[in-house]
């Protein structure tokens, strides 16, 4: 069978596509989500050296990776805007932005109240937390400058250019914690094996795809609704609305 | 009787990498000559608001030794943002980058040329500058030359990364706040190794991994971000 690619680069095929995966996305998040709260709340056990406060791990955790992994997916649509010079590309970086830098902020503000129980401050200049704060301004200036000209396609180009500089970001926080030994510990889970307990590990890894599966859900969301405001001059925009209306 | 005209020889001007930066470096240097009051106004801007900080936290030797070089750094950082403005935005404004987009020398060239014409009006004589300040803060004699050898590694970096937002946010709602956004994150990496050199040459450390660093990132910023840039500059005047 052969895939056409390009079908799905027109906004009005991808509007449907988007309008179908996104109810999906949000139930399976919903599911996932509760699975991975009641394996975290009840299955797994009290840490020996924490106690129960660790247990914030399966928020943290998940919300740092999707933080990161957004910002990656995001500056590869942006590519794809900038080289191809595709619209649906650059309406999907833009859908991504808030839910990114929504998961760094539910990143920072979880590890703060991680760390005053078990580092005795809410913050400290370590080299993960500043090179994660440095990505929520780098979001912030992504949706800042594409939002900044009269010009819709000009702000998705800058916007763009700007996320791919900023990737530059992307490894050193990813390797923060081994080039500089501070205060945040390293990873405990690599595909190598982990040093968890097995329904720790469980836990956390539902909650991750319940955040992958609600990030996709969200932006689905948010293109559709940029994807309408862009093309509201179009015929099929016409239609679509004349037909609810 | 009238005397007839000479027809003007017409030359054609063969595009080079070297023919373009030297344009643009000359150009740009001149223009910052010219008007000596802006440039003398980063600086003034600079040595102000490092001598705001021992009014404000106290002037305990100690205290100001140990802040020093953060302070100088941050103070470098700001002034080298506070000039951005005249790197592309007057150019953009009246309509000069447009013809020098028309140009046969190629765009990083004169790019180029304009990035490094504004490092030596703001970032050269902010080094220079940096060990006089340094004696105010009261830092001692080999803690000043790290300091500077670190501003002058840094502050390339800082006009190149600089460009590249300032090229970015052309014709921008917003402005200068916008650019703060854009900019200042992405200098965090340079201030941290910068202020970090000094301070390991205070505490009796050895800087020069700081040093390695900054060197490291200037050579990528070099390398890379003219051509960034240049897309930056393509995307305002499309």
Partial sequence: MKINWYYFASPATFFRLAGWVAPWMFAAAAILAAAGLYVGFVVAPTDAQQGEVYRVIFIHVPAAWMSMFIYFVMSCYCALSLTFNTRVGAMMARALAPTGAMFTFVALWTGAFWGRPTWGTYWAWDARMTSELVLLFLYFGFIALGNAFEDPRRGDRASALLALIGIVNLPIIYFSVKWWNTLHQGSSVSFRGTSMHVAMLWGMLLMAFACWAYAIGASMTRVRAIIIERERRTNWVRALVGARA | ?238
């Fill in chain 2, 1 to 238: 009787m009238s005397a007839a005209v000479e027809p003007v020889p017409v030359t054609a001007v063969r595009g080079s990498f070297g023919g373009g930066f030297a344009w643009s470096f000359g150009r740009d240097l001149t223009l910052a000559l010219r008007h000596p009051g802006e440039t003398m106004l980063v600086v003034a801007f600079f040595v102000l608001v490092a001598s705001l900080f021992p009014l404000g936290v106290g002037a305990e030797p100690q205290l100001l030794q140990r802040i020093g070089p953060g302070v100088i750094w941050v103070c470098a950082l700001l002034a080298a943002f506070l000039s951005l403005p005249t790197l592309f935005a007057t150019d953009y404004a009246d309509g000069s980058l447009e013809q020098m987009q028309l140009s046969p020398h190629p765009m990083a060239a004169w790019v180029s040329g304009k990035i490094a014409a504004h490092w030596v009006a703001s970032g050269l004589p902010l080094t220079v500058l940096s060990p006089l300040l340094g004696l105010q803060y009261g830092l001692q004699a080999d803690t000043l030359g790290a300091l500077a050898l670190a501003l002058l590694l840094g502050t390339p970096t800082l006009s190149l990364l600089g460009a590249a937002c300032t090229a970015l946010a052309l014709g921008a709602r917003g402005g200068g706040m916008l650019l703060a956004l854009l900019a200042l994150p992405l200098f965090v990496p340079v201030l941290i190794f910068g202020a970090g050199a000094a301070e390991a040459q205070a505490a009796g450390l050895t800087a020069a991994p700081h040093f390695s660093i900054l060197g490291a990132a200037l050579i990528l910023a070099v390398m890379g971000l003219p051509f960034a840039v240049c897309t930056a500059v393509r995307i305002a005047l499309d």
